[in-house]
Nanobody
Framework: VQLQASGGGLVQAGGSLRLSCAAS????????MGWFRQAPGKEREHLSA????????HYADSVKGRFTISRDNAKNTVYLQMSSLKPEDTAIYYC??????????????WGPGTLVTVSS
């Protein structure tokens, strides 16, 4: 599975962005997907996960209620809709694929990341 995230950019605080992660390969629909971010000087943070089988989702407390993960298996794409953005959301955002749902240590495949910058 090869992953490519897109949709990052510069947005004002309170604004919204939607990130997309396109996957190549035949087995996208058999992988649980997740979004991570890493800000300068900080550890990588697991933001959200979505199951391939039943669509269940999980969110970190830092983004719960503001971010929404979704997937379209027909398009081999996972999305992260981000709203009410804050300057502290500034980071490089990564999508990743795993055979285990919602296990931050289990992701096998990673995209190169897309930069999100939130100005105050």
């Amino acid at each position: 599975v090869q992953l490519q995230a897109s949709g990052g950019g510069l947005v004002q605080a309170g604004g919204s962005l939607r990130l997309s992660c396109a996957a190549s390969g035949r087995f996208f629909s058999s992988y649980h997907m997740g979004w991570f971010r890493q800000a300068p000087g900080k550890e990588r943070e697991h933001l959200s996960a979505i199951s391939y089988s039943d669509g269940r989702t999980h969110y970190a407390d830092s983004v719960k209620g503001r971010f929404t993960i979704s997937r379209d298996n027909a398009k081999n794409t996972v999305y992260l809709q981000m709203s009410s953005l804050k300057p502290e959301d500034t980071a490089i955002y990564y999508c990743a694929a795993s055979t285990i749902y919602n296990d931050p240590e289990s992701y096998d495949y990673w995209g190169p990341g897309t930069l999100v910058t939130v100005s105050s």
